[in-house]
């Protein structure tokens, strides 16, 4: 029921803890499923203490149960392990505390979280988080490295001192994480988040040795695989050794099979860079001095043709052709003139032949009247006594018509 309060009217702490456990006493029993972080059983104590928690989520529950409940499953229970309980909340008010009261626990078994694991797995792979396309490439040389790893621990030196005998040069950002238990998960997610946030890290690398189902289980967590799939730096998965295979090897954009594997992935090797450089200079310079070669040959050759030799020779044969040609032309252009003048000759003959002045030569000659008319005709004379011209081969004189 809601309950009517006001500043002037409130209500007591202990009435306000009494109605949360007479709201919390009437929900039912629940299965939880956590894991262990703290297990308190004092000898002669009839009530055993466990703190559960939530790896995916820093959440913890108080649980308490009868030792006989307990006692079933003590052999195969400790602390870290993952655990399913039947339990009813209760509420203990002067505390102002909620707790679980446990009345059968089970241990989650390997086949079980086998099966989990895998269901997992094919709903992130639905999703598109493991597809080959979100891959991203390495980079040939990266400057800066950040490491994810747990403190002081051989998956750490594995990579650092391999990466360093490699190419000393390289840097690392180092992030010292639990890699088991109940605080891996949220470690490791902010170590990969932090390292992501950094500009200058080119790659990340998440580095653990060998284990159990149980010790890679945080590497196999939801939170921390769509966490890896979110950042910007390509990741490289180093978990375990080659027969392990957590979630966090498919979201990656790189998996090594061992840390050590990961610093050969990562960081290239600088003696084999130098005989790859060293390989291509000789290459290179084989090349120009075969280009070389083929063009000093090609240009000998070239030298070594007539042309070259007697570069004049061709301007020799050609002058010759000129004043072959030249020779031929002046005597085409004689043969032309004399035939035009012998042609202009014998025109020239006929015309003086048909002129009026050969016919004068031979005895004749022309009379004209006064106004310049030539006589043809006894008629055209005109009347005696009249004068007219005669125009011989000579000169001219008059005559005058007789009757």
């Known amino acids: 029921m809601a309950l009517n309060t006001s500043p002037e009217a409130p209500l007591p702490v202990g009435d306000v803890s009494w109605l949360i456990g007479g709201w919390i006493d009437r929900l039912g029993s629940v299965w939880v499923e956590g894991q262990i972080t703290q297990l308190s ?17 820093d959440i913890s529950v108080s649980v308490t149960c009868f030792r006989q409940v307990f006692d079933r499953i003590a052999d195969v229970v400790s602390e870290g392990a993952r655990v399913v309980v039947l339990a009813k909340p209760e509420w203990y008010a002067p505390r102002g505390q909620l707790s679980l009261r446990a009345t059968e626990i089970r241990p989650v078994g390997i086949g079980e979280l086998l099966v989990r694991l895998e269901q997992l797995k094919k709903s992130l792979a639905a999703e598109g988080l493991f597809a080959l396309d979100r891959k991203k490439p390495l980079p040939f040389l990266p400057q800066l490295i ?5 403190r002081a621990s051989a998956a750490e030196r594995d990579v650092l001192e391999n990466a360093r005998r490699r190419w000393p040069a390289v840097r690392f950002e180092v992030r010292n994480t639990a890699v088991q238990g109940v605080h891996a998960v949220n470690q490791v997610v902010g170590a990969v988040k932090e390292l992501d946030g950094i500009p200058d890290v080119d790659v990340i690398v998440v580095a653990r040795g060998g284990g159990s189902v149980e010790d890679l289980l945080p590497f196999s967590d939801e939170e921390l695989i769509r966490t890896v799939a979110a950042c910007r730096t390509p990741v490289v998965s180093a978990i375990g050794h080659e027969p392990d295979s957590p979630l966090l090897d498919l979201v990656a954009d790189v998996r090594a099979s061992t840390p050590t594997d990961a610093a050969k992935k990562v960081v290239p090797d600088v003696g084999e860079e130098l005989d790859r450089v060293r390989q291509l200079r000789d290459r290179s310079l084989r090349t120009v001095r075969g280009l070389l070669d083929r063009e000093e040959r090609g240009l000998a050759h070239a030298l070594g043709r007539p042309c070259m030799e007697h570069p004049l020779r061709m301007v020799d044969e050609r002058e010759a052709d000129v004043d072959a040609l030249a020779g031929r032309a002046r005597r085409v252009l004689g043969h032309l003139l004399d035939r035009a003048d012998s042609e202009l000759a014998h025109t020239r003959a006929r015309v003086l032949a048909l002129s009026p002045a050969a016919t004068l030569e031979r005895g004749y000659a022309v009379l004209q009247r006064a106004d310049g008319h030539v006589v043809r005709e ?21 005559v005058r018509v007789a009757e």
């Open 146 to 150: 950040g490491l994810v790893c747990g």
């Open 378 to 398: 006894p008629a055209d004379a005109g009347a005696a006594g009249e004068t007219l011209r005669a125009r011989v081969s000579g000169g001219e004189f008059a």
């Open 41 to 57: 059983r004092r000898p002669g104590a009839g009530v055993v203490f466990l703190t559960l928690r939530d790896p995916s989520h």
